[in-house]
């Protein structure tokens, strides 16, 4: 009897996980559906010939990334391997990495390929609709190994990787992010026009090596977005560097301009939708505030060889061509009735000249400064414009 009791109690402990089972198994068809929830805002969902689902792992076989709007077309991706797949309390799924397969594309002697593409930390939320941060389609990393280009059989463009991150800050409002994409090459000597290939030469830019970083935050909720670093590095030209901050940034303000790209899209009076999407931007704008940028440019042996070439084709050399040029930027800036902002650059462009370095242009108002405001400085006073946002000139700093 004791036997019979006990073989009872385990055949019903195994009948409950079997009924159990199917109910705790990923659907993938739902993440699918969520994910393309989520990533429709883009203007792209996903589609698939078959799904199947092995334990944590999800594979989308014959998937496309279809593109929507006016010009809609249809991109073969391939097998999309989603492994340590995870369902969340939201209804939403929680991916540790995501493999795409290797494109490599060819018509007639020109081609495309990247290797080793995937992503880590995939969040897709329950309700991409919900207003939150919780409710983006977020990731932590997404890399990729080579890619190649080449034009009439040549490689004119290669990048040995690239990578980017994505990470949360400390008090779950916002995120850090950063990108870096190594060894950039460039090869423009195959262009076919004459003059363009002559001036190529002269300036050193046959033959082009570099990278692009980025480094950055943005406090989703406060909608302040600031961007520290957006850099162009490249031996033998010089680095520029592109920096921005400003407010309102918030995903409503996201969700806004994107139903207006949308509604664009979806009206067939080209003319009105263009209008109408004017007027959108114009009022999103408003919510927007202007807290400080910065262009700055340090070079590494560009300058000299533009005055040279320059000069050059005005029949001078190009140091003497240097000073004509610190002889016409007064006479420019003269022209913008801004004279503090004339006597910043006039001294900036003579010691940049002399010896070039580097060169800042700086906007930092005292206060933030609402974008409209500054709008109606552009039209109604635009030499006031310096003053509004704080601007300063500054070389070899």
């Not at 935050?217 to 957006?230: A, I, R, Y």
Request: aromatic content about 6%; charged content about 20%; cysteine-free.
């Amino acid at each position: 009897m004791k036997l019979f009791g006990s073989s009872r109690l385990l055949l019903s402990g195994v009948a409950a996980l079997a009924f159990a089972s199917p109910a705790f198994a990923l659907d993938g068809a739902d993440l699918v559906a969520k994910l393309n929830a989520a990533y429709a805002t883009s203007g792209a969902t996903i589609a698939y010939d078959k799904v199947s689902v092995d334990g944590t792992t999800v594979t989308l076989e014959g998937t496309k990334l279809v593109v929507s709007g006016p010009d809609s077309k249809s991109i073969n991706v391939g097998e999309v391997t989603m492994e340590g797949v995870e369902a969340q309390d939201d209804g939403g799924y929680y991916v540790e990495t995501v493999a795409l397969p290797d494109v490599d594309l060819k018509e007639g002697d020109n081609s495309f390929s990247v290797k080793d593409m995937q992503m880590g930390g995939l969040s897709i939320p329950g309700n991409p609709n919900g207003g939150t941060i919780d409710d983006m389609l977020t990731y932590e990393t997404a890399s990729t190994g080579p890619l190649i280009v080449t034009v009439k059989g040549k490689e004119v463009f290669s990048m040995e990787s690239s990578e980017a991150n994505m990470t949360a800050l400390e008090d779950g409002k916002g995120f850090d992010f950063d990108a870096d994409l190594k060894n950039i090459k460039a090869d423009l000597s195959q262009t076919d026009d004459a003059k363009t290939k002559d001036a190529l030469e002269k300036l050193g830019l046959m033959q082009v090596n570099g990278e692009v970083t980025m480094k950055g935050s943005w406090q989703v909720e406060t909608g302040n977005m600031k961007l520290d670093q957006f850099a162009f590095d490249f031996a033998n030209v010089g680095k520029l560097n592109l920096a921005f901050d400003f407010s309102g940034y918030t995903l409503q303000f996201v969700k806004a301009m994107q139903d207006a790209v949308k509604a664009a899209e979806a009206n067939p009076n080209k003319e009105q939708a263009n209008q109408a999407m004017g007027l959108a931007m114009m009022g999103l704008m408003q919510q927007l505030t202007f807290n400080s940028a910065e262009i700055r440019f340090d070079d590494a042996s560009i300058t000299k060889r533009a005055l040279d070439y320059v000069g050059g084709q005005q029949g001078v050399p190009g140091d003497q061509f240097a000073q004509s040029l610190k002889a016409m930027v007064p006479i420019m800036m003269a022209q913008l009735n801004v004279p503090e902002l004339q006597n910043q650059v006039s001294a900036a462009v003579n010691s940049y000249l002399d010896n070039p370095k580097s060169l800042t242009i700086s906007a930092k108002p005292a206060n933030p400064v609402p974008v409209p405001m500054i709008a109606g400085a552009a039209m109604g006073a635009p030499n006031t414009l310096p003053q509004v946002l704080g601007v300063t000139v500054t070389a070899n700093n």
